[in-house]
């Protein structure tokens, strides 16, 4: 008889949302299923609850961060809720310092600001975004860390000041802060590793999406960080794609819509609402896109309960991280009920049951 392969102390789990929307589904149900889906984390006892931002992507609703979070924090008790990320060259440093100062006064302690410099869009509706209304600078992305530092400023009870002609004015997010969101540095490079690293703050390298170069950012911020007195040690995290089902079988067959949409995504098609699992089933890849698919299938972890909890505690101990964020990346079956998500949140539950 073989022994099972032991596996690394569990770490905890967070969850990262794209709020994504299916064929079958409006926004307004997709929001729906956002809410249960994160009640589930919530009451699993899951540590971090984070919601992306992106825009003018049919099966993407995830366009507002802070909105979604204020929602979110509502319909939860105790779990972190936070942008994952906010991509601040989008964004006025100062509306975003409010936002989420606002935020944390109405849950105090609950809040992380994650914090990205990428568009989060296409090239003409980022262009909208940063310069289409004339409220954000032309070159906001050059200057990310003077706007990252802002936002730090502001929403501490300090606040920055400002010197003018008349005088000196000082800008605080909200009048009397007593609590600040936690900001975390978001990145695919290691260009928010050293930035991190450089202002003492924590930082996530999106494994999720990127797949490369996740030991090398990891290792250069902490070889480089600067402890500050709010963040004395490195803090980071792993994120990882995942789809936990019963047996093998289901988990592969439910991970195929989303493998579809981010195939579409990668290869430059027109990108629609997320298919279900059996549109997936009835339109295969083209044979050109197989080799990509396998790519990206290759960094997720789908499985049975046991096979995911062995993987992610694996990844954990190879990138020296207490915390994984998953994104849950299930699909859903025809007759699935519109305002939910089981398949997502089987994956959460069918996880942390397997990693007690």
């Known amino acids: 008889m073989s022994a099972t392969p032991s596996r690394p102390p569990a770490p905890a789990l967070s969850v990262l949302d794209l709020v994504p929307v299916r064929s079958d589904q409006g ?3 997709a929001l729906r299923a956002t809410e249960a889906l994160a009640a589930t984390a919530d009451a699993l006892g899951y540590r971090r609850y984070w919601l992306a931002e992106h ?15 204020a929602m979110v924090a509502g319909a939860t008790e105790r779990i972190r809720v936070g942008s994952g990320g906010v991509m601040l060259p989008n964004h006025a440093p100062l509306v975003v310092a409010e936002q989420f100062a ?5 849950f105090p302690g609950r809040i992380d600001l994650g914090i990205g410099r990428a568009p989060g869009t296409d090239p003409v509706t980022s262009w909208a975004l940063r310069s289409g209304g004339g409220g954000v600078e032309a070159d906001a992305v050059e200057r990310f860390p003077d706007h990252v ?5 502001m929403m501490s009870p300090q606040g920055v000041p400002l010197r003018l002609a008349e005088g000196e004015h000082v800008l605080r997010a909200t009048p009397r802060a007593t609590s600040v969101p936690t900001v ?12 991190a690293a450089s202002r003492g703050l924590p930082y996530v390298f999106a494994h999720h999406f990127s797949g490369r170069g996740t030991a090398q950012a990891l290792a250069l911020y902490r070889e480089t960080y600067r402890p500050s007195p709010e963040h004395p040690l ?17 988990a592969r067959a439910l991970a195929l819509p989303n493998l579809h949409a981010m195939v579409a995504l990668r290869t430059g098609q027109p990108l629609r609402a997320q298919p279900l699992v059996e ?9 050109q896109h197989e080799a990509l698919a396998q790519e990206m299938l290759g960094r997720w972890v789908v499985g049975a309960p046991e096979e995911a909890a062995r993987t992610i505690a694996r990844l954990a101990d190879t990138f020296g991280v207490e915390e994984v964020m998953v994104h849950p990346v299930a699909g859903a079956t025809a ?5 939910r998500a089981p398949a997502r949140e089987e994956t959460l539950r069918l996880l942390a049951e397997a990693l007690r």
């Open 55 to 69: 825009h003018n992507m049919p099966s993407v609703a995830a366009t507002n961060p802070p909105v979604l979070a």
């Open 279 to 287: 549109e997936a089933e009835a339109a295969p890849l083209a044979p």
């Open 102 to 106: 606002l935020l944390e006064a109405a």
């Open 184 to 195: 975390w540095l978001l990145g695919s490079s290691d260009y928010s590793a050293r930035l």
């Open 335 to 339: 007759g699935t009920p519109a305002d």
């Open 234 to 250: 490195p803090r980071t995290f792993l994120t990882v794609n995942a789809v936990v089902a019963p047996t093998a079988e289901e």
């Open 27 to 29: 926004s307004t149900q």
């Open 149 to 153: 530092d802002a936002v730090l400023a």
